[in-house]
C-alpha cells in the first residue's frame, strides 16, 4: 500500500472519514487512457501533503491520509498537463509520461499529481494532524526537483556550481541588475552591481 494525501472541504470531513471517497461523487476529471483503459474517471490525491500550498494554509480545508494499492493509482506531470491545453504536444507528453504510482521516483516531476482510479474505503482514510502523523521525507515535491536538477547539473558539469552562478548572474543581468565584464582569453567573467561595489567573479562555462 502506499501513502497519499488529499485536502477535503472541512465540513465535509466527518462524511468523508464515515463512508469513504465515492469515485464518481469526488473524481476531479475524466480522461481517455486509451486501451485497455478507456475513459475514467480520476481523482487526484499528493504524493507530498505541503505539494499544495494554498489549501495546506486555507482552514476551511483538512488534510487526509490515503492509504491505497498502487496498482490502483498513476503519476503525471500536472505542469505538462495545465500548458497541454495550449499546446496539444505537451498534453501528448503528459499522457506518455504518466508512470504507475509503485514505479514512481521522486524528484522525477516538479509538481506530479496523483490520478486515483478507485473509489477509497473509510478504513483507508485518516485525518491528519498539523505535523501530518506520518514522517514526509522531504520539503515538497519542487524543492526535490529543483535539488535533483542541481545535482545532476554539478555532476555533469563537476565546476563546483560555477555553470550555476554564472546563468543567475546572466539572469540577473537581462533584468538590469547586474553588468557584466568578460575575458574569453582568460575565461573569466566579472558580474557587477551597478549599484553597490558588489561583484562576482566566475569562469565562463
Known sequence: MSVLYRYVPADSIRDIVDCGIKLSQWYDREMNFGEPQGHRKVMLALINPWDDPVKSRDGSYRCIRLDLDPEECMVGDADLYRMGFAEPSLMERYMKTLVPLSEYRFGVFRN???????????????????????PVLFENSESLYLRNLMDE?????????????????????????MRCMENPDLGTAVFMDPETDAYIVTRIP
Open 153 to 177: 547539473i554539478e555532476q555533469e558539469r563537476q565546476d563546483s556550481g560555477n555553470t550555476l552562478i554564472y546563468a543567475y548572474c546572466r539572469y540577473l543581468e537581462s533584468i538590469g541588475r
Open 112 to 134: 506530479p499529481e496523483c490520478l486515483v482510479l478507485t473509489s477509497v474505503l473509510p478504513e483507508q482514510i485518516e485525518i491528519t494532524g498539523k505535523a501530518q502523523d506520518a
